[in-house]
Each structure stands twice: as structure tokens, then as C-alpha cells.
């Protein structure tokens, strides 16, 4: 299989978010690990809303969970596909220094992450740990556990090749598997998911969401004028049923699913956004 890193006729520039006053060097840095990591060494656009969505100045609807007082602490939080890591380090400068946030990415971008966070500069002394662990999309996951349990999964720009959604739609459900009985009287469970996301083909990525919207209830985050898109997701209750269906059937549903919760998940979660797929 082919390193999807390093797609045919990869062609990406850097993107500068403004993170620091040495553009030049920020330019250079980015440019040589995606020379070096290739998709995985850019900072891409869905980044952007989560600096802001995870700064506790900015007011959105629904807020950030994670800087309500009512939060259920200690933070133990996963990123898939981190990369460069901006997002989480930036988090993890406004979380308690029992919170964890652990970055994941495929094992030979397991450097770059490391480099990210022996690079950061954080913003006072009290802030979260973080660490890095190899996770390929789709494979077991069980290595992490010791780390959770966990109280959110981040997503950012994450949904481009289709040959990826099972994989990565499998290792979110591994990830949310329910540790004990669930409530009766509760729709959903599990670890709240924080996905940024930047349309590219809608016609693909829609089949993405409409596997998405079997297994979670997806809420738009409103308040912020982004090009990107973030979304609030949470496990859907299941029967007694209910068993992990393997990466091939996946993306349509297992047993124990309960269907007819959401139909169009893209037109009605776009629709609200006024989203312009233009």
C-alpha cells in the first residue's frame, strides 16, 4: 500500500496561522517537514477553528466542554492524524497539569509530533502534559488505553481519501467503545468528538457523514467565521446487539445500530452552517 503521505503529484505549500513573528522560519520549517512527511507536515486549514474554539475568551454555540466548570476532570484526551500537533499543543496550554492529551499519527510520523512538542513554547507553567504514540488508522488501539480513560477525540482535516474512512470511522469506534452498561435513559455515551473539517470533494466525503451519523449524534458549532467546519460528535445509544463490524462493513452500519435517527446528515448539518458548496 502506498504511503497516503505521499500521494501522486503531492504538490502542498505551507500554511501560516500567525503563530509566531518569524515567518520566515516558520515558512522554512513547514516547508522541510513536508518535504520529510509530506501531508503530514503541513498545518492545514481546519486547524484555524480550533485555535480559537479551543481559547476560553471566544464564546460559541455549544461552548468548548472542556472549559466548563462542570467539565468531568481529569482531561484525558486523544488526537488522530496530529502531525504538526498545532491544535493540541495550543489546548494544552489552557488545561490543568493533570490533563493529558495524547497525539497519534502513523509511527513514522511519530517524529515529527515529538519534534512539535519539544518545540513548544508553552504559556505558563500549569498546563497539560503531552505525549506521542504511533496509531495507524484502522489498526488495534488497545496500547492507548492505559492512558484514558478518555474524555474527548480530536479530529482536524482528517476526511480527504475516501480509501481512508473505514479505517478511520473503525478507530473512532474503537476509541468509543462503551467500558461499562449504559444508562437507559441516556441517547448517547462515550468520549465527546471534536471534528474541524474542510470540504474539498462534497460528493465524497458525504458518504463519510452519512456513515458518521449511524453511530453519532453530530452537532454544528456556531460563532465562528470559518472557512472550516466543527462539529461536536457523540456516540449514539446501542441495543444489546450491538457488536464492532469489521473495516469492510463498517461504513454501512452493524448490528445493534439503530437506524432511522438521521437521514442526510451533509444537507442538514451544512444547511443550518449556510454552507456555500460552491
Wanted: proline share 9%; net charge negative; with cysteine.
Amino acid at each position: 500500500m502506498s504511503d497516503p503521505n505521499f500521494p501522486p503529484n503531492l504538490d502542498i505549500e505551507p500554511l501560516l496561522l500567525g503563530l509566531t513573528q518569524d515567518t520566515d522560519l516558520d515558512t522554512k520549517q513547514q516547508r522541510n517537514a513536508i518535504a520529510t512527511y509530506g501531508i503530514a507536515g503541513r498545518v492545514w486549514e481546519a486547524t484555524r477553528p480550533l485555535l480559537e474554539y479551543f481559547t476560553p475568551s471566544h464564546c460559541f454555540d455549544p461552548p468548548c466542554s472542556l472549559f466548563l466548570p462542570e467539565s468531568l476532570k481529569p482531561h484525558r484526551i486523544v488526537e488522530l492524524g496530529s502531525g504538526q500537533s498545532v491544535a493540541s499543543l495550543h489546548l494544552a496550554g489552557y488545561l490543568d497539569q493533570n490533563d493529558l492529551i495524547v497525539t497519534t499519527d502513523l509511527p513514522e510520523v511519530i517524529p515529527l509530533c515529538e519534534q512539535s512538542i519539544a518545540a513548544w513554547n508553552p504559556p505558563s507553567t500549569t498546563h497539560a502534559r503531552v505525549i506521542a504514540q504511533p496509531l495507524a488508522w484502522g489498526e488495534n488501539p488497545s496500547h492507548l488505553f492505559k492512558y484514558g480513560p478518555f474524555t474527548h477525540i480530536l479530529m482536524c482535516d482528517l476526511i480527504y481519501f475516501p480509501n481512508l474512512y473505514p479505517p478511520l470511522l473503525h478507530t473512532l469506534l474503537q476509541l468509543t467503545e462503551p467500558l461499562e452498561p449504559l444508562l437507559a435513559e441516556a441517547e448517547t455515551f462515550g468520549p465527546e468528538v471534536i471534528l474541524s473539517y474542510t470540504s474539498r470533494t462534497l460528493a465524497l466525503e458525504e458518504s463519510f457523514f452519512d456513515s458518521l451519523a449511524l453511530y453519532f449524534q453530530t452537532t454544528p458549532v456556531r460563532g465562528g467565521d470559518w472557512e472550516a467546519k466543527v462539529f461536536l460528535c457523540k456516540r449514539w445509544k446501542v441495543t444489546e446487539e450491538w457488536s464492532l463490524p469489521d473495516i469492510k462493513d463498517v461504513m454501512n452500519g452493524g448490528k445493534g445500530v439503530v437506524r432511522g435517527r438521521s437521514f442526510g446528515l451533509v444537507d442538514d448539518l451544512f444547511g443550518a452552517l449556510e454552507w456555500d458548496d460552491d
